[in-house]
Structure formats: structure tokens, C-alpha cells
């Protein structure tokens, strides 16, 4: 598994989805923003990386690889989750106003311990989705 394709995809996922999100509620008034746009970066990522996998291995992901994946893009969605939302202070003040839970609070914490866990079993299951089709999708007749 490649863990910094992760990482970029998550970032670029994230920055994006942020970015749009902040145009639409500026240029049309809208009210967007929910806590799944925090889940969607690590869903892409892990669906990308298990096509990626088959790709590069020819095969699917054991079960104790996959879980391995799960684990360690797990702990690195959970520091690049909450370096986004310290950072998004700094950088963008009046959307940390706006946020659900105030950083540091226990609130915070523990919705990062929720996030956490669908973290886990989003990796997880996206990781063995991606890999599942890229498999099928080779073994189409006619497929390259």
C-alpha cells in the first residue's frame, strides 16, 4: 500500500471539497458543511488505493493486509483531520466559527473519536471495494 498516494488523495480531496463548499455558501448564500465532507477524502482515498493495489500487485488485498491498511490510513486520516481543522483557524478564522465543535472542547474530541471509527471501517471497506472492482474489471473479456 502506498501511503503518501493516500495522504495526497486525502489532502487534495479535502482542500477541495472545502474550497467548493466555502465558494457555494459565499456566492449563493448557501448554508453547506456537514461532518461527512470530513469522511468523504478518506472514502476516495482508500477506494483509489485498492484499485491501485490490484493494479500494481495483480491480485486483491488479503484480509490482514487489507485491515493493516485500514489501521495505519486510519491514523493518518485522524492527524490529517485534525492538522486541517487547526490549521483551517489560521487560515480561514470565521469558518472555525461556524464549526460544529469548537477545537479542543470535548465535543471536539470526541467527535474526532467517532470519526475515528468510521474512519476504520470507511478504510476498510473502500479499500476492499476499489480492489474488488479493479478485479473485476481485468477479468472482463476483452479488458487490457
Given at each position: 500500500?502506498?501511503?503518501?498516494?493516500?495522504?495526497?488523495?486525502?489532502?487534495?480531496?479535502?482542500?477541495?471539497?472545502?474550497?467548493?463548499?466555502?465558494?457555494?455558501?459565499?456566492?449563493?448564500?448557501?448554508?453547506?458543511?456537514?461532518?461527512?465532507?470530513?469522511?468523504?477524502?478518506?472514502?476516495?482515498?482508500?477506494?483509489?488505493?485498492?484499485?491501485?493495489?490490484?493494479?500494481?500487485?495483480?491480485?486483491?488485498?488479503?484480509?490482514?493486509?487489507?485491515?493493516?491498511?485500514?489501521?495505519?490510513?486510519?491514523?493518518?486520516?485522524?492527524?490529517?483531520?485534525?492538522?486541517?481543522?487547526?490549521?483551517?483557524?489560521?487560515?480561514?478564522p470565521?469558518?472555525?466559527?461556524?464549526?460544529?465543535?469548537?477545537i479542543?472542547?470535548?465535543?471536539?474530541?470526541?467527535?474526532?473519536?467517532?470519526?475515528?471509527?468510521?474512519?476504520?471501517?470507511?478504510?476498510r471497506?473502500?479499500?476492499?471495494?476499489?480492489?474488488?472492482?479493479?478485479?473485476?474489471?481485468?477479468?472482463?473479456?476483452?479488458?487490457?
Amino acid at each position: 500500500m502506498n501511503y503518501l498516494r493516500y495522504t495526497a488523495i486525502f489532502l487534495g480531496v479535502a482542500v477541495a471539497s472545502a474550497l467548493i463548499v466555502l465558494a457555494l455558501n459565499t456566492w449563493a448564500d448557501a448554508g453547506l458543511g456537514a461532518s461527512g465532507q470530513l469522511l468523504a477524502p478518506a472514502m476516495i482515498a482508500a477506494l483509489l488505493e485498492g484499485r491501485a493495489f490490484v493494479r500494481d500487485e495483480g491480485r486483491v488485498p488479503n484480509p490482514s493486509e487489507a485491515w493493516n491498511f485500514a489501521l495505519l490510513a486510519t491514523g493518518l486520516a485522524v492527524l490529517l483531520n485534525a492538522a486541517l481543522s487547526f490549521g483551517a483557524v489560521w487560515v480561514i478564522p470565521e469558518g472555525s466559527a461556524q464549526s460544529v465543535a469548537p477545537i479542543g472542547t470535548r465535543a471536539f474530541w470526541l467527535m474526532l473519536a467517532v470519526h475515528a471509527i468510521i474512519y476504520l471501517l470507511s478504510n476498510r471497506f473502500f479499500l476492499g471495494l476499489g480492489a474488488r472492482n479493479e478485479e473485476a474489471r481485468r477479468n472482463r473479456p476483452g479488458a487490457s
